[in-house]
Structure formats: C-alpha cells, structure tokens
C-alpha cells in the first residue's frame, strides 16, 4: 500500500509542531496534505536520511542539489509556504535537541529513521565546498571567488544576461534588466560625482560592467581588481572590444594589495559580503587609504536584520555550503560604524531592497527559460543551486530578511571640507 506521504506528513508535523503548509507526493506516488498550491516532491527516500544525519536547512539544501526534493509548481509559493520552518522560526524557536526532549517527538523521529531506510550516511552532493578552518586569508578568499564566480562565463551571461552585473539593478517602471542595470551604474558614477580624467578604483570589478561605464560615459581611467581569473580574462576582452584599454586596467588583486593610490574615488559593488566581520575593520581602513581626502567611497552592500544577541548570528548553511563560501552578512549599522572608524564620513545611505528582488526574479526567469543549456554549461546540481538561491533571495529581500544599501562616504579632510553638495540627492 502506498502510504509514504501520509507517513511524511503526519510525522514532519509531530517534528515540527504544526500543519504542514505543502503537500508532499513521496517516492510511491502517494500523496498528502494540502489539496491546492505546490506540491514538495520526495524523489527518493535517501532525502529523509540527509535530513536525519543533518537536520535543517544542510540537509534539505543537500537533497535538493542531489535532485532527490523537488518542487511541483510555483517555487516561489512552496519557499514563502515553507518560510516558517525553514527560516523564520525565530531566535526563540526550540532547538531540535529541545523538540527531541518531547516524547511524541521522539517517538516520530523513530518513525522517520524506520521510513528513510538503511541508516548509512549519503556523501554530500559534489557541489558542496569542504569546510575551512582559516577564514578570509588571501588563499582562502581566493578559493572561496573561485568556487562562486569560476563556473563558466557562459553560464553567468545565461543567467545575467548583456549586462553582465551580478548585484542589485536599479528599476523603473517597464524597464527591463540591462536598462535597470546600466541606472545602477549610473547611479553610482554620479554619487561619486565621476568628472573627466579621474582615477577610479573598482573593487571586486566582476566582468567589468562598472569599470567600462565609468570610462566610456565619464572620461575616467579605472583600475578593476578581482580575484577571479575567469571574470579578469572576460573583462579583459570586453574593455578591448569597447577600445578602452588606455582608459582601463583590469587585475587579478586582492584588495590588500592595491598600492599605487590616492584614487580620487572607489566602488565597491557586491564585494564587501565577502570581507568577514574579523576583517571588515582592515577593508574599510584599505580603501580610506587608497583614496585621496575629499574623495568618495561607494560600497554597495547586503546587509542582514540585527539579531538581540550578536554573538548568536551564525552564517546560513545552505550559503555557505555551495552559494558564496565564508560569506556574511552584517547589519547596515555596523557597516556604517566601520566605515566610520576606518575614518570615512558616511554622507548618505539609500536602501534599495525591493530593487534587488526584482533583479533576482528576473535572473531566476532567465535560468528557468533556458534550464537545459544551464544544466550543460555546468552541471544539474549546479544549476539547481542557482535556482533554489536566487529564489529563496528573491523572497528574504520581499519579507525584508535581508536588505542591500548604497552607502557613499567621503575621506573628508581636516579642514571639514567634504565637497558634497548642501542637496545631496540631486542624482535621483
């Protein structure tokens, strides 16, 4: 009798102490639950013992690369159905060795081992990264840009399309991607109040897309550091073919190493969550050095809600496991606390989330109309990686679980004289 959804049903709402919000449909065929909305698909029992082995988030974010969860339906519906569980149980939720105390909750955890079949361990899925033990080192930082960006450049313009800007765009109504991306460069060039014959700093340049707008729209010259080969080699050839290389330079760097300052600006887009919350304090004082007083920072940064207790913020698995490894997040507060001790002067601030959902739903239509060739540019459980992130993202951004900002800072010199206008926001 086929009966596994049943099963999974009344045993992950013993677990968890609630109805569960989606219907499964398990290996069987059998299916249970809620009769409308997206069904959540257990392919294969060996989903129930990566969750047994690493309750939470790993071990669903495991079985779903593994192809062994899936989704029949809206994505979107079963994340923000599946939020609860996942991630919005709160700073106060019990933990799984608190739940386990509860008898009823013993006696389904029982249930579910007997149900997930022989009691062996599954390997991770190939895609995720292997746990360091010596963060944000130039070795490790290295390693950690080439797992997320040396994937192909083909894969990223699938997904990011002409552009090819991986951060926030910045949307009109009835604009398109590459028309809310070239806003975004523009934005920032005039925050920074780029003028004809300037050096600009790009850290964490990418494939280029900001320092090729700086130069070819403002007349500046622009050093690009990344640590990425795949994306310098790229950027390389697009500042050729837009016959810049007298106005650009792109370099494989890391940040720390950059030493033929004063520059008289510096953008930072998307790069500084790689930082670390240890090192924050050294990135803001490198910049500060690297550019000339009365000169301006743009750091363009997703940031996370302040948690009561500090101390207990803890990087997400599924994140660090196969998305941006040794990533993290800090509040918009302390980034600007840091920037500030570093000695810059934070002139503005300007939350753009919804922005940033809007850019990753479009990114995640732009993998789902062309999945095959995802797949083939790397690999299933790459792809589907990219899909369940940029989704889940989409989400977290919409629920304002996380944020992202552009803060601009100056190097304001003794004589207090920033050089910023009295109406800053003449750029919007």
Known sequence: ???????????????????????????????????????LVVRNRRALRRLLWKPGELGLARAWVAGELDVDGDLYGALDRLAGFIWERGEDARTLAQALRDPDVRAAARGLLKLAGPPIPPAPPREEVRRRRHLHTRHSDRRAISHHYDVGNDFYELVLGPSMVYSCAYWEDAGTLESAQEDKLELICRKLALTPGQRLLDVGCGWGSMAIHAAREHGVSVVGVTLSQEQAAYARKRVADEGLTDKVEIRVQDYRDVSDGPYDAISSIGMAEHVGAERYLEYAENLHRLVKPGGRLLNHQIARRPRRDESAYSVDEFIDAYVFPDGELAPIGTT??????????????????????????????????????AVRLTSPGRARVWRLYMAASALAFEHNRIGVNQVLAVRTPLSGASGMPLRSRTWN
């Open 1 to 39: 009798m086929a009966d596994a959804a049943l099963r999974l049903k009344n045993l992950f709402e013993q677990l968890l102490g609630a109805p569960l919000p989606v219907r499964i449909r398990a290996w069987d065929g059998s299916q249970a639950g809620p009769p409308a909305g997206p069904v």
């Open 336 to 373: 600007v606390t840091q920037l500030e001790r570093a000695g810059f002067e934070v002139r503005d601030v300007e939350s753009i989330r919804e922005h940033y959902a809007l850019t990753l739903r479009r990114w995640v239509e732009r993998l789902e109309a062309d999945w095959d060739q």
